[in-house]
């Protein structure tokens, strides 16, 4: 394998010159205000190497990659709970998608969906202050990424409750199946501030750490999940990290992986790595355009694509 820390600072200088860098999430009015010229990397392995390049500690909107962190804490308090109101399967469907949900009563297909992280959040914040599941996926957020300042964007909160009414649709159908119990309005507001978590590609690398080590925090020893746990949610982050791309990003770059609008990608290599990229321009599928490309090259030079005999 060549030289770790040459690799990622090479990749990041390729991506610093790639013409093509995708289209920002300009339906968001505060993602709209980011620069697409911005990119960032970091990679920690197993041993604990960190290297990093480019704008890795620039903060980012890190949207639905906290559905990876809802979704851990909603199977600490009641799995059987959370899999009756999701499924596991991939969507082909666009992340919003309310023809799918309409076609299968009302249960989203997956937890990395829009409609399946609004179901999951729900979850959270059923009867409470919305504020409590936001604040709980924050605590453990903080907790992985060992950082107290990791706080929420308050103005992209704000602005995706204005502009999020697909979001709402979503919400009201599953609500008239019953698969949302709390007040819709709440469930909303906990999921836009949950999406709106501002985090760094160092950061985010550091609380993916659990995810390559079995369930375990590296910087405490303690179980976060089992490993059976960490194991299915690789698993459903390679079948269903990327939305209707998940499976041509499984055949290009081969790790389980969660993108966000935002520009981010958390991306674990199992046993090996916790790597984080970030470019806010995006694919029409809206996942990280450089990203993506940035986790091909990597996977492919280290050959820590799952794939590998």
């Known amino acids: 394998m060549p030289d770790l820390a ?22 968001i009015p505060e993602l709209a205000k980011v620069s697409p010229a911005q990119f960032g990397m970091v990679v920690i392995t197993a041993d604990g190497c960190e290297v990093a390049a480019g704008d890795a500690d620039v903060a980012f909107s890190i949207q639905s990659v906290s559905k990876i962190f809802a979704l851990v804490e909603a199977l600490s308090r009641d799995a059987n709970a959370v899999w009756a109101r999701v499924g596991r399967e991939p969507s082909g469907s666009a992340f919003n998608s309310i023809v ?19 179901a999951v959040t729900d979850l959270l914040s059923a009867g409470d202050d919305p504020r409590a599941g936001v604040g709980a996926i924050l605590r453990l957020i903080r907790q992985l990424a060992g950082d107290d300042d990791i706080a929420v964007d308050g103005a992209v909160a704000y602005s995706e409750a204005a502009s999020g009414h697909r979001n709402a649709a979503l919400a009201h159908f599953m609500k008239a199946h019953g698969v949302i ?46 490993p059976e746990r960490a194991r299915r949610i690789n698993a459903l982050m390679l079948t269903c ?17 969660k993108s966000g609008v935002g520009g981010g990608i958390l991306a674990i290599a199992p046993g090996r790595a916790s790597i984080a990229v970030w ?29 590998n005999p």
């Not at 040459?6 to 339906?27: C, F, N, Q, W």
């Open 6 to 27: 040459s690799l990622v600072t090479h990749i990041a200088a390729e991506m610093a010159k790639a013409p093509e860098r995708g289209r920002v999430a300009d339906y």
């Open 181 to 226: 119990a709390g007040p819709v309005e709440a469930t909303l507001s906990s999921y836009f501030h949950q999406c709106a978590i501002d985090m760094s590609c160092r950061q985010l690398a550091r609380a993916g750490r659990f995810l390559m080590h079995g369930g375990i925090d590296p910087a405490s020893g303690e179980a976060v999940v089992s």
């Open 241 to 257: 990290g990327h939305y209707d791309a998940s499976g041509e990003f499984a055949f290009r770059v081969g790790l389980p992986a």
């Open 100 to 118: 799918q949900l309409e076609a299968e009563g009302g249960r989203p297909r997956n937890p990395f969906i829009n409609a399946g992280a609004i």
């Open 279 to 307: 470019s806010p321009g995006l694919s029409p599928q809206g996942n990280s355009l450089l990203g993506t490309a940035a986790l091909e090259h990597l996977a492919g030079a280290t050959g820590w694509n799952v794939f």
